[in-house]
């Protein structure tokens, strides 16, 4: 088992509750009363949301379809509800390319009004027809700008800073050593007590998809080291909470942020704790 280098004793251990929200068929995780205590709490929906350090976040991947039959125009009503909540996405935001027009008509239209209070991730469609990713680096930060919501352009990755939290947003598409190189130095000086990692492909499913396991590897040793509780992703087009794996890590997978097609669970996973595929 995994013990926390003796450098890292003082930091306080995340204590959640999460609500699945459903706009059936589509999906959102909601992550409320994220605060932060000396005692880890790993067990959902056990505690009050009246902390006064507490934070909401609230998100999905796999978002805007113009296909979809008003899937993503569902969940962004549920985002409305949550007026003060940050909004994260995790992967493949505008189908089915990403491209300028898919952000224009299949995102801008949902989602798009969140914009302002929006940390998104890269998905693998964001590379589907743009090697570079460059129309979700023009929506996200502005056309031609260098750095902005979506962090570095040609990179993708970031930290923000938010309450008592530490949020890394990471790709699982390419970069996966400078990234893990960057996550040590930003997990390292910390100036908060608790983080969270959201990225696009899982690292355990129950699902039909391939997690690319080895090739993020590297991202799991990091958040066991410093001991982040909670992974986020999408990819998977259904809603699986994981219970907390050796290291004390708890895995979501939220991929119904409104495309189309939902994936059926396949072969459920042995730290699988709640599945919703509809």
């Known amino acids: 088992s995994y013990r926390a280098p003796p450098r890292h004793a003082a930091l306080g251990f995340c204590r959640f509750r999460s609500a699945f929200v459903s706009a059936s068929p589509a999906a959102l995780l909601t992550l409320a009363a994220l605060a932060c205590s000396p005692d880890r709490l790993t067990t959902p929906d056990a505690l009050s949301s009246s902390l006064s350090d507490a934070v909401t976040l609230i998100g999905a991947g796999d978002i805007g379809s ?23 996405t995790a992967g493949d935001n505008a189908y089915p390319d990403a491209s300028p027009a898919d952000f224009a008509n299949c995102y801008d239209g949902s989602w798009g009004q969140f914009k302002g209070r929006t940390y998104p991730t890269l998905g693998n469609h964001e590379f589907r027809a743009f090697p570079d990713a460059a129309p979700y680096f023009d929506y996200f930060n502005g056309p031609g700008v260098d750095s902005g919501r979506a962090g570095r352009r040609g990179q993708g990755w970031y930290a923000v800073d938010h309450g008592a939290w530490r949020l ?111």
């Open 66 to 88: 113009c296909s979809s039959s008003g899937r993503d125009e569902a969940t962004a009503k549920l985002i409305l509800a949550e007026p003060e909540a940050l909004v994260f």
């Open 168 to 278: 890394l947003f990471l790709d699982s598409h390419a970069n996966i050593a400078t990234q893990a190189a960057w996550m040590r130095t930003a997990l390292s000086q910390n100036p908060t007590r608790c983080q969270l990692a959201i990225w696009h492909r899982p690292r355990y499913t129950s699902g039909p998809l391939p997690t690319k396991k080895t090739l993020l590897q590297p991202f799991w040793d990091l958040l066991a080291e410093f001991r982040v509780e909670i992974a986020i992703a999408g990819h998977d087009h259904h809603y699986e909470r994981f219970n907390p794996d050796q290291f004390g890590i708890r895995q979501f997978t939220v991929g119904g942020g409104g495309h189309g097609s939902i994936n059926d669970f396949v072969s459920i996973h042995g730290l699988s704790a709640k599945r919703i595929a509809r």
